[in-house]
C-alpha cells in the first residue's frame, strides 16, 4: 500500500530536519497558483502547484470558493425546507441529494413510501446521471482542447433538461423528491419523447466515439496520464469511475441495492488500465448503460398510483431520536447522507458524504505530482469532482 | 497510433453539410405544462393565511397588506409579496396553499432592467401571465399537511337517547396531538374569536403534550375552558383555512380536551394565581353567568373584591340552566367556577338584584357594578292559543328540568323554533318521553329552511339520529284547541324569512299548508331580557341603541360611568360573546378606577 501520509503533513513537503524538499529560494522552481476560475472544475477551486519547466513537482489543492454551509444551514431548517436546499450541493446532478435526504428522513420517521415513487426515483436518479455524464463527456474532451464534442454533448444533455422540466417543472433544480415520495408520475406521452431523446444522444455518442475515442490527439494526451493504483482504492476511498476503470467492482447499485436496481438487469462495468483514457471510456459505457437502464425502467414503472406516502403536517414535523446513513452510486461515486435526529422539528446534524471530497483533494494532490502543467484540468476532470459538495 | 485515429475526428466535418439546427426559440419558447414559473396567485381564493410565508425557507414571502382586500373574518386581508432575488422555486408554498389559490405559470423568461420589479405581489401587481392556464399545480393526490379530522369519540343514539349522559366523549392524548397536528398556525381563527383566543398557541402546546402552557394560554382570554371545550359556538372553525381542502380543526374538542387534562388542583399553581396585590376597590357583578364569572375572575386577577348577585340557586347562568347536561355535564361547569371562586370572588346566590337588593345599594357599597343578566324570558309567537296552559316556553322548561323539577311531557310534542335552544329542549323532551313512553314524538319546525337553520348543523344531525322529527321551512298559525286540549299546530309555509335589508320579516305561502299533531307546544323562538332592577331613576340616565339596548362602548361602559353592561343583553348571542365582555368589562372597570381624577 503506498504511503500516503508523506504528501499530506506539510506543504511544501519537508525533510526529516525541517528543511524543505523543494528548494524555492534555489530559483529552480516557480511557484503558481491555477484556478479558482479553474478549467478542470464545474465550480470554483484552487491549485497551488510548485512547477519546475512545465512539470508539477508538488501541488496543493485550495477549496472553499464555493462554501455555503448546506451542512449547518440545514440544523436551522424544518425538514421539509432541507428538501429545495440539498439539492445545491451538486448542482449537476441534484437528485442524488434530494434522494438521499429524502431517504434518511423516510427512514428514520419510518415513512414507506409507495411503489410507483419508488420506480420515478430510480427513473430521475439514472436521468441525471445520464445527463451529469454527458455535461463530464463535453467538458473532459473540452479541457484537451476538444471543443466541438462539449457543443454535441452540451446540446443532448438540454434534451435531457427538457424531459425533467416535463417530470417536474424544474430544469436544473428538479426538486422532484420530497420526503415521502415524488410530486409526480410522468405526463402523457412521456415515454415517446424520452425515446427519442435517447435515440438523439445515441447518435451523438456515434460521432462522440469517432471525433472523441478515436483522436489522436486525446489519445496522446489521456492514454497512460493520470493512472489511479488500484491500491490507492481503498487508500484514498475512491469510489465510482475513477475506482472501476482501475479494476475494482465498486457500483452501490450493486453492493448495496437501493430503489428497484435490484429488479434491472445491468452489470458492474470496470476496466483496468485506469488512466484518463479509460475512464473516459468507462464513462461513455456509463452513458449507454443508462439510456439502457432508463429504457427499462420505463418499460416496467407504473404509469398511475399514488405517489406520496399519507404525510404529518410537515410544518410541525418531528422525527423521532436517530441516526442513518444512506448511500447512492452517483456519476462519480458513492454519495451518502448521514442524517442525525434529536426527536425535534430539525435534523440534528448532516453529513453530506460526497466522492468530490477524496477526489479532488487528496487524491489530485498525489495525482498532479510529475503531471504536465498544461494537462492539470484534464486530470482533474478525469476524476470528474464539483466542488460545492466538497465544502457543502 | 493508428492511421484511423488521426483521419476519424475530421468526421466532424460532416456536419458543415447539415442544415443548422435553431433548437429552440428562446423568446417564443413554450415551458413544459409544469413548468415552476413566476406565481400567480387568485386573489378572490386566497385568504391570505400565510402558511406560504411559514414553508418557505429562503424568507421569500411577506405578506403585506393590498389595496382593495378588507380584512375579514376569513381573510386576514394580507397577500404573499414574493421577491424573486430570494426565490428557489420550490413551490413548496403552491403544494401547502392552504386554499389553491397560489399556482404557478409556465412563463419561462422575464426581463427587466429594473431589479425592484422582481418584487411583486401576484396576482394584485397584474402581470402577462395571470391569465396562464399551464404551469405548476399542486397535484391532487397528497397533501403536506392531514385534511381530515380526527374523529370525536361519541355515544351512539340508542346509547344516549334516554339518558343525559354527556354524548361527547372526548379525545384521548394521541387523537388530541394527531388533531392539534394540523393546524397551520395561520391565526385567522383569532380575530374571529369574540375573545381572541390565543388558538394557535395553545394548540401548539397540545402539539407538544404541555397541558400547564396551554392552560395558561387559556385562562389568558378564558376563564371558562370546559365549558367553552364543549358548548362554544366556535366561530373559529368556521373560517379555520384547514376547511379549503378538508375539514376544519376540531378547536373547540381540544380546548375541552386541555381543560379535562388538568386537575382543579393545579389550577392556582400553573396560573400563578397566589399573591397578586389586592386593591381596596369592591366590584359588584350582577348575575352568574358566563360574562358574570368571566369579569369576576379577571377583576379577582387584578386585586379587586368582587361580590356576585346572582338570582337562581347556582351559578353558570344559562350554561347551567339552559344547556342540557348531555351537552354540558354540572361536573366540568363546576370545575371552572370553582376555580373562579378560589380566587376570592363572592358568590351571593337566590339574590336577585332589583327584588332581594336593589341597584342603588350595591352602587352605594360598591366602586363600580358589572352587569350581565342575560336573556331569561321566553319569548311567544303570540299566535291563537299560545295561552293555553299546555304552551310552554322552553328555556322555563330547561331551567326546571336544571332544578330537578317534574316537567310536563305529552306524548306528542311540536318545539317551535330552530335555533339551539330549540335543538336543547327538542332533544331534553326526546329523552323524558323516552324514559316516559319508550318512544319520542316529537316534532320540531321552524321559519328557516335547513340550509339557514341557526342551530349548529351537528345538533340538526344528532336530533334526527335522536328520531326527532325536523320540519324546517313553516311558519305558526295557530294552536288548534279542541275541548281545551291541544291538538296540534297549523303552519303555513314559510318563503322567505329576511328581506332585502336582512330584517326579520316573514313572508308566506298561505296555499300551502300543513298540521303537526300534538298535545303539547314549546315554543323556543328567543329570549329577551329583563333589566327592570335598573330602575327609574337610573334609567332616565342610560343611553340606549336604537335597538333599545343598553348603550355601552368599546369596555362596556355604559353612559353611567360605574355601570358596565355586558353579555347577552348587550347584543352577544353565546357564552363566549359574554366572555369576551366580561373581559372587557373587567378591564374596563380597572381603567376607571384608576383613573386620574
Avoid at chain 1, 447512492?328 to 430539525?346: I, N, Q
Amino acid at each position: 500500500m503506498a504511503d500516503a501520509s508523506k504528501y499530506r503533513d506539510f506543504f511544501p513537503p519537508k525533510n526529516p530536519d525541517g528543511t524543505n524538499i523543494i528548494d524555492l529560494e534555489s530559483h529552480k522552481f516557480v511557484k503558481i497558483w491555477q484556478g479558482p476560475q479553474h478549467p478542470g472544475i464545474t465550480g470554483n477551486m484552487s491549485l497551488e502547484l510548485i512547477i519546475q519547466g512545465d512539470e508539477v513537482m508538488e501541488c496543493k489543492t485550495h477549496v472553499g470558493y464555493l462554501h455555503r454551509g448546506f451542512e449547518k444551514l440545514m440544523e436551522r431548517r424544518k425538514f421539509i425546507q432541507c428538501f429545495p436546499l440539498v439539492c445545491r450541493i451538486a448542482v449537476p446532478e441534484p437528485d442524488f441529494n434530494e434522494y438521499c435526504f429524502a431517504a434518511t428522513v423516510e427512514e428514520l420517521a419510518g415513512i414507506q413510501i409507495p411503489e410507483a415513487a419508488v420506480w420515478m426515483r430510480t427513473l430521475i436518479l439514472e436521468m441525471s446521471r445520464l445527463t451529469s455524464f454527458l455535461m463530464h463527456l463535453g467538458g473532459q474532451s473540452g479541457a484537451f482542447g476538444l471543443g466541438v464534442v462539449a457543443q454535441w454533448t452540451n446540446y443532448v444533455r438540454d434534451l435531457m433538461l427538457d424531459r425533467f422540466e416535463e417530470i417536474s417543472g424544474g430544469r436544473i433544480y428538479r426538486m422532484h423528491m420530497p420526503p415521502g415520495g415524488v410530486r409526480g408520475l410522468t405526463p402523457d406521452g412521456f415515454d415517446a419523447r424520452m425515446e427519442e431523446t435517447l435515440r438523439t444522444i445515441e447518435d451523438v455518442m456515434k460521432d462522440v466515439d469517432t471525433t472523441l475515442f478515436n483522436n489522436a490527439v486525446f489519445k496522446r494526451r489521456s492514454v497512460g496520464l493520470g493512472y489511479i493504483d488500484p491500491a490507492w482504492v481503498d487508500l484514498y476511498g475512491i469510489t465510482g469511475p475513477n475506482a472501476r476503470a482501475a479494476g475494482v467492482p465498486k457500483d452501490v447499485r450493486k453492493d448495496y441495492p437501493y430503489l428497484k436496481y435490484p429488479e434491472l438487469d445491468f452489470d458492474v462495468i470496470t476496466a483496468t488500465d485506469s488512466d484518463i483514457y479509460t475512464r473516459t471510456d468507462l464513462r461513455r459505457r456509463e452513458i449507454l448503460l443508462s439510456i439502457d437502464l432508463i429504457r427499462q425502467i420505463l418499460v416496467k414503472m407504473p404509469k398511475t398510483g399514488e405517489y406520496m406516502a399519507k404525510m404529518p403536517n410537515v410544518l410541525h414535523w418531528q422525527i423521532p431520536k436517530g441516526e442513518t446513513y444512506i448511500r447512492s452510486e452517483c456519476t462519480r461515486g458513492e454519495y451518502g447522507f448521514y442524517t442525525v435526529t434529536d426527536g425535534s422539528g430539525y435534523p440534528r446534524r448532516v453529513n453530506v458524504r460526497g466522492p468530490s471530497y477524496t477526489h479532488a483533494v487528496a487524491l489530485m494532490e498525489r495525482m498532479a505530482i510529475d503531471c504536465n502543467i498544461a494537462d492539470t484540468a484534464g486530470l482533474m476532470l478525469s476524476l470528474h469532482t464539483y466542488p460545492p459538495e466538497i465544502e457543502r | 497510433m493508428r492511421l484511423k485515429d488521426v483521419l476519424s475526428p475530421f468526421l466532424a466535418w460532416k456536419n458543415l453539410f447539415r442544415e443548422p439546427v435553431p433548437i429552440k426559440d428562446p423568446v417564443n419558447r413554450q415551458a413544459a405544462p409544469r413548468y415552476r414559473g413566476f406565481h400567480v396567485n387568485d386573489m378572490d381564493v386566497c385568504i391570505g393565511c400565510g402558511t406560504c410565508e411559514s414553508i418557505c425557507q429562503n424568507a421569500a414571502i411577506d405578506m403585506v397588506p393590498v389595496e382593495g382586500i378588507e380584512t375579514t373574518r376569513e381573510d386576514s386581508g394580507l397577500r404573499p409579496r414574493i421577491d424573486y432575488g430570494r426565490c428557489c422555486w420550490c413551490a413548496l408554498c403552491v403544494d401547502i396553499c392552504t386554499t389553491g389559490s397560489l399556482t404557478m405559470s409556465n412563463e419561462y423568461q422575464w426581463i427587466d432592467t429594473d431589479p425592484e420589479v422582481f418584487r411583486f405581489i401576484p396576482g394584485a401587481d397584474g402581470k402577462p401571465w395571470d391569465k396562464r392556464e399551464l404551469g405548476y399545480r399542486k397535484p391532487d393526490n397528497y397533501e403536506l399537511y392531514n385534511t381530515e379530522r380526527t374523529p370525536m369519540p361519541e355515544l351512539a343514539p340508542e346509547d344516549r337517547d334516554k339518558s343525559f349522559i354527556e354524548i361527547v366523549r372526548g379525545y384521548s392524548k394521541e387523537q388530541a396531538i394527531r388533531e392539534a397536528d394540523r393546524c397551520v398556525e395561520c391565526g385567522i381563527c383569532i380575530a374571529t374569536c369574540p375573545a381572541h383566543m390565543g388558538i394557535p398557541q395553545y394548540i401548539a402546546a397540545v402539539r407538544k403534550n404541555d397541558m400547564e402552557e396551554a392552560l395558561r394560554v387559556l385562562y389568558e382570554t378564558n376563564p371558562l375552558p370546559e365549558v367553552c371545550g364543549r358548548v362554544c359556538t366556535h366561530k373559529c372553525e368556521t373560517v379555520c383555512s384547514m376547511q379549503y381542502k378538508g375539514d376544519p380543526l376540531s378547536i373547540r374538542w381540544l380546548k375541552r380536551y386541555i381543560a379535562d387534562q388538568v386537575p382543579l388542583e393545579k389550577y392556582k399553581e400553573i396560573l400563578a394565581a397566589d399573591g397578586f396585590e389586592q386593591k381596596d376597590k369592591k366590584v359588584a357583578v350582577i348575575g352568574a353567568g358566563p360574562g358574570g364569572l368571566s369579569a369576576a375572575y379577571y377583576l379577582a386577577n387584578l386585586g379587586y373584591r368582587v361580590n356576585v348577585y346572582e338570582a337562581l340557586p347556582e351559578p353558570g347562568g344559562m350554561t347551567r340552566y339552559g344547556i342540557p347536561e348531555y351537552r354540558l355535564p354540572y361536573d366540568p361547569l363546576d370545575k371552572d367556577i370553582e376555580y373562579i371562586r378560589s380566587l376570592g370572588v363572592k358568590m351571593h346566590f337566590n339574590t336577585r338584584v332589583g327584588k332581594d337588593i336593589t341597584l342603588e345599594k350595591l352602587h352605594a357599597d360598591h366602586d363600580a357594578v358589572f352587569a350581565a343578566t342575560g336573556l331569561h324570558l321566553g319569548r311567544s309567537t303570540r299566535v291563537d292559543g299560545t295561552d293555553h296552559p299546555r304552551v310552554f316556553q322552553a328555556i322555563d322548561l330547561l331551567r326546571k328540568v336544571t332544578e330537578g323539577k317534574e316537567i310536563e311531557v305529552a306524548e306528542k310534542i311540536v318545539v317551535i323554533g330552530g335555533g339551539n335552544v330549540a335543538m336543547d329542549i327538542a332533544r331534553t323532551l326526546a329523552r323524558l318521553q323516552n324514559r316516559k313512553y319508550g318512544k319520542v314524538g316529537i316534532t320540531l319546525t321552524s321559519l328557516e329552511t335547513e340550509d339557514i337553520m341557526p342551530a349548529d348543523r351537528e345538533e340538526i344531525v344528532e336530533s334526527r339520529e335522536e328520531a326527532i322529527r325536523i320540519e324546517p321551512g313553516w311558519g305558526p298559525q295557530s294552536i288548534e284547541i279542541v275541548n281545551d286540549k291541544i291538538r296540534g299546530l297549523k303552519v303555513l309555509r314559510c318563503l322567505s324569512v329576511f328581506d332585502e335589508n336582512g330584517r326579520f320579516s316573514p313572508r308566506f305561502d298561505k296555499d300551502e299548508t300543513n298540521f303537526f299533531e300534538a298535545d303539547m307546544v314549546v315554543e323556543a323562538i328567543g329570549q329577551g331580557m329583563d333589566i327592570t332592577y335598573i330602575g327609574e331613576a337610573f334609567g332616565k340616565e342610560l343611553a340606549l341603541t336604537e335597538q333599545r339596548k343598553i348603550k355601552v362602548d368599546a369596555f362596556c361602559q355604559s353612559s353611567l360611568p360605574w355601570l358596565f353592561v355586558g353579555g347577552d343583553i348587550t347584543g352577544g348571542t353565546d357564552a363566549i360573546t359574554a366572555i369576551a365582555d366580561g373581559h372587557r368589562a373587567a378591564k374596563g372597570i380597572d381603567k376607571y378606577l384608576n383613573r386620574e381624577t
